[in-house]
């Protein structure tokens, strides 16, 4: 690698995805800006565990760094870093192309759907978070989890936790921190190291198939604990 090519890979690693040729616009009308579940075998698309059992699983993902704030633990080794192919959205026109997308799918699947927010990214700003909210409201048969590497006290991550408590059969979110979970509104996605009370992910152990048949990241509230990627 010359000097300047390594100079470039560590200037873009820091401030967006290491492939930004794999960002695509919401704005192209032939996009499917929420992924069906089945392209991703971690996650699968029919949910067959308890809750929210019968719904269809889709995914969104942002584009990594752009998105994150930078305290996220995997700033540097996030594993966006090893997936060349995946399509990152950018924020520009989002919104309105989820929305979109969602009122067609609700009307596709007459028990709803789940979103697994975000495969890569973040919440990116405390609009981007309300906007999950309007979503909720709007669409009954919506449900949201995922992660975020948001501190809970900061302004965006405050929100997050209050819609955990206001909307707690249709939205968890879970901290990226090595935490017990103690508090309200307040579940965790840990690392492997940690020793406290927790399950480790039955994907990543093989005992399940995928998120769909599983379900545990939203219905129990102990921390999870994920394998080192």
Not at 91 to 113: M, N, R, S, W, Y
Not at 145 to 164: K, L, P, W
Not at 177 to 182: F, G, H, I, P, Y
């Amino acid at each position: 690698m010359t000097r300047l090519r390594a100079y470039v890979t560590i200037y873009s690693m820091k401030t967006t995805t290491v492939f930004p040729k794999s960002i695509k616009s919401p704005l192209v009308p032939s996009y499917q800006v929420l992924k069906k579940g089945s392209n991703n075998k971690k996650l699968g698309f029919k949910i067959t565990s308890n809750k929210w059992e019968g719904k269809n699983l889709y995914s969104l993902t942002l584009t990594e760094r752009d998105t994150c704030p930078e305290s996220c633990h995997h700033w540097e080794d996030c594993y966006g870093n090893n997936m060349p192919f995946a399509h990152r959205f950018n924020t520009l026109g989002l919104v309105q192309a989820v929305e979109e997308q969602i009122a067609t799918l609700v009307k596709k699947h007459p028990k709803g759907i789940v979103i697994r927010l975000h495969v890569l990214g973040d919440f990116y700003s405390f609009d981007y978070v309300r906007f999950w909210e309007d979503m909720l409201l709007k669409f009954p048969t919506l449900c949201v989890f995922g992660y975020t590497a948001r501190e809970h006290d900061s302004v965006i991550g405050a929100y997050i936790q209050f819609m955990n408590i206001q909307y707690p059969e249709r939205f968890v979110i879970r901290f990226s921190r090595s935490n017990e979970t103690k508090r309200i509104g307040l579940w965790y996605a840990a690392e492997e190291t940690f020793t406290g009370p927790a399950f480790t992910c039955p994907e990543q152990t093989g005992k399940l198939d995928s998120c769909a048949s599983c379900g545990l990241c939203w219905t129990a509230p102990k921390t999870v604990r994920f394998l080192s990627h």
